[in-house]
């Protein structure tokens, strides 16, 4: 169970966490269920390259679904990847922070980084700390 405390990163990794024996899609789907999430959710699909929110291309995932605010004044961007079979998980959530950028989202700066991983599912958000109602 999660802390009233905990940080909005957290809170959705722990849905990522219980929801981790799904498809990317309906992770994704979960994830923004959550009532933390105070935006029009929107997700989408993305393949190998430059990803919103990184300085570098993504590579080395089979699936993967970005999910967020449909509109983009919110500094939160987050993913959820399925790897390839024997991938190295640690390797690429190492890849994923060493080339996030928090200031991806011009005059806005996201306050906190949180990645975890379910298995060959890797889950990855920047986001403010809280999601004022």
């Given amino acids: ?23 990317a899609q309906d992770i994704a789907d979960k994830v923004l269920a959550n009532s933390v999430i105070g935006f ?8 190998e390259g430059y990803l919103n929110g990184f ?6 995932f089979k699936e993967g679904v970005m999910f967020g605010p449909a509109i983009g004044t919110i500094p939160f961007v987050g993913y959820v990847f399925v790897l ?5 998980v640690e390797t690429f959530k190492t890849t994923l922070s060493d080339n996030a ?11 906190e980084t ?3 991983t379910a298995e060959d599912k890797v889950f990855f958000v ?8």
């Fill in 1 to 23: 169970d999660i802390s009233k405390d905990a940080t909005v990163g957290e809170t959705l990794l722990a849905d990522f966490k219980a929801n981790a024996n799904s498809s």
């Fill in 40 to 47: 029009m959710p929107a997700t989408m699909p993305v393949e």
């Fill in 55 to 60: 300085n570098e291309e993504i590579k080395g």
């Fill in 84 to 88: 390839e079979d024997g991938a190295d």
């Fill in 101 to 111: 950028n928090i200031r991806w989202n011009i005059c806005t700066e996201a306050e």
């Fill in 114 to 116: 949180v990645t975890g």
């Fill in 126 to 133: 920047m986001c403010p700390k809280s999601l004022e109602q």
